[in-house]
């Protein structure tokens, strides 16, 4: 029984964790930087006819993405902590939730592009993200526009839509998860 209730109470820390937007607090400190799963594009993967270069191949962000997309933004300022930096993957419903946020320009990266039907390319995107983030001078935040499977091969854990986790790159350039928070649906 005991075990059950100590089961129970890390379940809800990490829910509690997840519905805390002061981790974006945490953005003040050297070295963090955001990783957030696009916002919610409702379905799972791309249509067979997928291209890159047309968002109508796309699966792409419904409304509710787009209001999603809209308060991670207004998060982002509430917190008062500005990235100096905004990554996104090439696919449309990325680049479409770093737009809507308006936290400042977008600049794509293709480490951050989906590796889900190419994992073989895991181990590279993932590496190439972890150099540019150690890479950047500790008084400069990136936040990261990407893919469920980008983040949870940089961080260890697999976020939902629209959920944006705070890391740290430690002395070694490895990445630490520091929390996260998914910004709500309305």
């Known amino acids: 029984m005991r ?27 050297p070295r963090t930087h955001a990783v957030m799963r696009h916002a919610l594009a409702p379905g799972t993967g791309d249509p067979e ?11 792409n962000l419904d409304e509710k993405g787009r209001r999603q997309a809209r308060r991670a933004g207004d998060m ?3 917190a008062g902590v500005m990235p100096d930096l905004i990554w996104s993957s090439r696919w449309c419903r990325c680049l479409e939730t770093a737009e809507l946020m308006a936290i400042g320009p977008v600049e794509t990266r293709s480490m951050l592009n989906s590796f889900s039907s190419a994992r073989w390319q895991s181990v590279q995107k993932t590496k190439a ?9 500790a008084d400069q935040t990136a936040f990261l526009v990407t ?8 961080t260890g854990t697999r976020p939902v839509s629209g959920e944006i986790q ?4 430690t002395e070694a350039g490895e990445i630490e998860l520091l929390g996260s928070v998914t910004v709500p649906v309305f």
Do not use: K, W, Y
Request: hydrophobic residues 55%; glycine residues 2%.
């Open 76 to 78: 982002m300022r509430e």
């Open 49 to 59: 006819d997928f291209d890159i270069s047309d968002c109508a191949t796309q699966r």
């Open 129 to 137: 993200t972890r150099e540019a983030l150690a890479a950047l001078p």
């Open 147 to 154: 893919h469920n499977v980008n983040a949870e091969a940089l």
């Open 166 to 169: 705070v890391v740290r790159v």
């Open 3 to 29: 075990s059950l209730i100590f089961a129970a109470l890390i379940v809800c820390a990490a829910i509690q964790a997840r519905a805390d937007p002061s981790v974006l607090g945490l953005l003040a400190e």
